[in-house]
T-cell receptor
């Protein structure tokens, strides 16, 4: 059974800092890995999706990498801003089914 | 723009009542999912569907049912609501083909309270 872990559970940084969020998974036979952002009381917003054949994806100040062999993905946020404060979740989808396993998320607070 | 809508956004009901949560997507996606989100448990899959008339159980399906009569809608029914089903419910959709790579898109959620 796939298990997805996100450490740390919470992170607080000053504005302007570059930061890395981590996502680990136990089964490397994945179809894709997706990073989401969730604001309090809101739904999940897709940030980046990395296919199993890719190593990384970039969108603006966000860069997500994937290392299947080690079962790890990282989400890099450059020049953090208070508006980046949210919970970030990763989800891993296996090859044999279209349903994902989610991590519990990392709650990020960026202080002005 | 394509979207997923959920209704109602908030619902309070009593133990034992039947409740139906609606999910409607205009992405024309074949895959649809229902999750519940609880503190300490993260997002857990309740039911999912890969197309019209297809439904499958997720990891926490007891007490819930779904039916898929068209591409756009996947209503979630709580047959006899229990306090343990107090939660936030999210609907999502995705598509395998046409370069979609099964990227999931989520609705805004329904907050359900069972008294």
């Amino acid at each position: 059974k796939q298990e997805v872990t996100q450490i740390p559970a919470a992170l607080s940084v000053p504005e302007g800092e570059n930061l890395v969020l981590n996502c680990s998974f136990t089964d490397s036979a994945i179809y894709n890995l997706q990073w989401f952002r969730q604001d309090p009381g809101k739904g999940l917003t897709s940030l980046l999706l990395i296919q199993s054949s890719q190593r990384e994806q970039t969108s603006g100040r966000l860069n997500a990498s994937l290392d299947k062999s080690s079962g790890r993905s990282t989400l890099y946020i450059a020049a953090s801003q208070p508006g980046d404060s949210a919970t970030y979740l990763c989800a891993v989808e296996p090859f044999n089914a279209g349903k994902s396993t989610f991590g519990d998320g990392t709650t990020l607070t960026v202080k002005p | 723009d394509a979207e997923i809508t959920q209704s109602p956004r908030h619902k309070i009901t009593e133990t034992g009542r039947q409740v139906t949560l609606a999910c409607h997507q205009t992405w024309n996606h074949n895959n649809m999912f229902w999750y519940r989100q609880d503190l300490g448990h993260g997002l857990r899959l309740i039911h999912y569907s890969y197309g019209v008339h297809d439904t499958n159980k997720g990891e926490v399906s007891d007490g819930y049912s779904v039916s898929r009569s068209n591409t756009e809608d996947l209503p979630l029914t709580l047959e006899s609501a229990a306090s343990s089903q107090t939660s936030v419910y999210f609907c999502a959709s995705s598509e395998f083909g046409a370069g979609g790579y099964n990227e999931q898109f989520f609705g805004p959620g329904t907050r359900l309270t069972v008294l």
